[in-house]
């Protein structure tokens, strides 16, 4: 299996961001880790191992990113309007710097972005606010309402980073068109700690008429690695 180690110096973030390529072809994914995860989290926890035939012969391609929830969401000694910036630097580095990789390396028409927990959220974010460019999206386990993390602040950042919101009140057809010819899935498990956010955001969806699918996996099934190894095995099986 093609693997593939990159680093270099951001400057929408001002640091050396470090990354993983896993396959050579077929469905490109941009990878989020969990809180405060790192790049190679998706590879340690057996999330290709499982169904690395698929990357072996050339069907999928993961793009495993470095977060920045440390200099973010949980920096707890930053002014929340500063952290919601680097939050937004963050997204213009995916953006700017690690998309026209991905472009280059993989023509295809379809992009997924996909993650576990919080890094479900950062998936189900960037997908929603870019719908031209992501025409799929997998958040497993995922929350989808950041306002925990900032004591109460909010501002125009933090709304148009929080699908919870800026979803019930998009009614620009640019963007719903979009949304509907794309690939939207929730997946949570029936014992989760995010299956009532899951459950919401569906309803969210629906009552925009964003077709969707949420899975909710049993029985008794927690928020934790097992679960998303499993649903990794249905999905890109």
Request: aromatic letters at 16%; hydrophobic letters at 40%; charged letters at 25%.
């Amino acid at each position: 299996m093609h693997r593939e180690y990159r680093k270099w110096h951001s400057p929408a973030l001002g640091r050396e961001m470090e990354m993983l390529i896993l396959g050579h072809g077929g469905l490109p994914m941009l990878v989020f880790p969990t809180s405060m995860g790192k790049f190679h989290e998706f590879e340690d926890r057996d999330m290709v191992k499982c169904v690395q035939s698929q990357y072996e012969e050339g069907k999928l391609q993961a793009f495993c990113v470095d977060s920045v929830d440390k200099d973010s969401f949980y920096a707890k000694w930053m002014r929340p309007q500063d952290r919601m910036h680097r939050y937004n630097a963050y997204q213009a580095y995916l953006m700017n710097e690690v998309l026209p990789l991905i472009r280059y390396m993989n023509w295809s028409k379809r992009i997924m972005a996909m993650g576990c927990s919080f890094g479900g959220y950062h998936a189900m974010n960037l997908a929603l606010k870019h719908p031209d460019v992501f025409t799929d999206c997998l958040a497993m386990s995922a929350a989808f309402d950041i306002r925990s993390f900032l004591g109460g602040y909010y501002d125009d950042n933090v709304y148009y980073n929080n699908p919870a919101d800026f979803i019930p009140n998009q009614n620009d057809d640019w963007y719903l068109s979009r949304y509907r010819a794309n690939k939207y899935t929730l997946a949570v498990g029936d014992w989760d700690i995010c299956l009532g956010d899951n459950q919401r955001f569906a309803g969210i969806l629906g009552a925009k008429g964003i077709p969707h699918k949420l899975d909710i996996w049993g029985p008794e099934q927690k928020h934790d690695w097992p679960l998303w190894r499993w649903m990794s095995q249905t999905y890109f099986k």
